[in-house]
């Protein structure tokens, strides 16, 4: 089946600094999706790219359908940053999800 | 306002007996879906409804069964339940189905633990 395979695991920045998740794809997906899930467990919409790049405040993230990746970069890391962000794509009838980067902003 | 309510937010239940989760969305979307989340597991799909009827289903157990009643509904039904449900259920829904979806919204899920 897809295969969404999200790297790294985990992730920790200092305030002020950034950095950049990777997902990778088996095969070539129509659209990717960025969530991130707060503290309370709900799953925020970050991105929705069928192609290109999109940027929003101190995130931007781009995909490459035909290389099978999508990434999203975080700059100026903020303490609120924290949480685990998620990428999802499918070429069927439902989006598949990563396993997650944990991210962890520290002063 | 919540634009897809989840019911109940959080629910304890015996092995052996019966639940439901419910999911109503207000986005007019016309694709409804189910994803579980088990500790320490990446989110796992489960199903998915359009214009309220199965288009995919990667839960190998019977004893999950969705209940579409409205378009705007996807209920869950799981029978029979054992500790290894214990979970959060996630329903999302989107206004495009097939491969390309578009945008995927989520509920705030419900938490299930099975004793």
């Known amino acids: 089946g897809d295969q969404v395979e999200q790297s790294p695991s985990a992730l920790s920045l200092h305030e002020g600094t950034g950095s950049a998740l990777r997902c990778n794809f088996t095969t070539t997906m129509r659209a990717v999706q960025w969530f991130r899930k707060n503290s309370r467990g709900s799953l925020i919409n970050l991105f929705y790219?069928?192609?290109g790049t999109k940027e929003n405040g101190r995130l931007k993230s781009a995909f490459d359908s035909k290389e099978r990746y999508s990434t999203l970069h975080i700059r100026d890391a903020q303490l609120e940053d924290s949480g685990t962000y998620f990428c999802?794509?499918?070429?069927?009838?439902?989006?598949?999800f990563g396993a997650g980067t944990k991210l962890s902003v520290k002063p | 306002d919540p634009k897809i309510i989840q019911k109940p937010k959080y629910l304890v239940a015996v092995t052996g007996s019966e639940k439901i989760l419910i999911c109503e969305q207000y986005l007019g979307h016309n694709a409804m879906y189910w994803y579980r989340q088990s500790a320490k597991k990446p989110l796992e799909f489960m199903f998915s409804y359009s214009y309220q009827k199965l288009m995919d289903n990667q839960t190998a157990s019977s004893r999950f069964q969705p209940q579409s009643s409205k378009k705007n509904h996807l209920d869950l039904q799981i029978t029979a339940l054992k500790p290894d449900d214990s979970a959060t259920y996630f329903c999302?829904?989107?206004?495009?189905?097939?491969?390309?979806?578009?945008?995927?919204?989520f509920g705030e899920g419900s938490k299930l633990t099975v004793l």
């Open positions: 999302a829904s989107s206004q495009g189905t097939g491969g390309d979806t578009g945008q995927l919204y």
């Open positions: 999802a794509a499918g070429t069927r009838n439902a989006p598949r």
């Open positions: 790219l069928a192609s």
